[in-house]
T-cell receptor, first 114, second 111 residues
Framework: DVKVTQSSRYLVKRTGEKVFLECVQD?????MFWYRQDPGLGLRLIYFSYDVKMKEKGDIPEGYSVSREKKERFSLILESASTNQTSMYLC?????????????FGSGTQLSVL | LAKTTQPISMDSYEGQEVNITCSHN???????ITWYQQFPSQGPRFIIQGYKTKVTNEVASLFIPADRKSSTLSLPRVSLSDTAVYYC????????????FGAGTRLFVKA
């Protein structure tokens, strides 16, 4: 069965901490995505990557960075966590042909920044 | 990129057919229509995708009129476990990396 695995289900961090969210997919997909989901706002795209070492900004990249050193792993980094980054973070992957090939999502990481 | 409009919420009873309509007036020629389902505390899951007319799979049907300015997701005989948020997306198959997830439609199925 195909899988997108996010390293933590729940995470609590303090303001100013550097936070790493890890995502691994086992489907050999080229494309990987990071979204955040807040009540009433749907999913908003933070960053995506269509190849190793490639990254593109999504709609809300401010305060975030990403790393894709290996095809199967896509990391989201909060350089200095702030309370307004408290959210559910969802990682997804899709094959090369594009976004609208079927997206596979992980179960999400609920991050609380205190 | 095409914007979509869906009802915020819908209620239904077990055993009924549910139709959720999505408006996408500025859909482009090469755009596809894709629906996802999201249960609480899980990531969204792909349900169905189509370009025109009707598509059916084991989960749902998707109806797309000739002008493609709207689409309807049809869930036959819903059960309590179909309670979820349903997202309609419109974007090209190739590329389209910034296709937008809207707020979705929250479907609540009652016994």
């Amino acid at each position: 069965d195909v899988k997108v695995t996010q390293s933590s289900r729940y995470l609590v961090k303090r303001t100013g901490e550097k936070v790493f969210l890890e995502c691994v997919q086992d489907m050999d997909h080229e494309n990987m995505f990071w979204y955040r989901q807040d009540p009433g706002l749907g999913l908003r795209l933070i960053y995506f990557s269509y190849d190793v070492k490639m990254k593109e900004k999504g709609d809300i990249p401010e305060g975030y960075s990403v790393s894709r050193e290996k095809k199967e792993r896509f990391s989201l980094i909060l350089e200095s966590a702030s309370t307004n980054q408290t959210s559910m973070y969802l990682c997804a992957s899709s094959p090369r042909d594009g976004f609208n090939e079927k997206l596979f999502f992980g179960s999400g990481t609920q991050l609380s920044v205190l | 990129l095409a914007k979509t409009t869906q009802p915020i919420s819908m209620d239904s009873y077990e055993g009924q057919e549910v139709n959720i309509t999505c408006s996408h007036n500025n859909i482009a020629t090469n755009d596809y229509i894709t629906w996802y389902q999201q249960f609480p505390s899980q990531g969204p899951r792909f349900i169905i995708q189509g370009y025109k007319t009707k598509v059916t799979n084991e989960v749902a049907s998707l109806f797309i009129p000739a002008d493609r300015k709207s689409s309807t997701l049809s869930l036959p005989r819903v059960s309590l476990s179909d309670t979820a948020v349903y997202y309609c997306l419109v974007g090209p198959k190739a590329g389209g990396f910034k296709t937008i997830f809207g707020a979705g439609t929250r479907l609540f199925v009652k016994a």
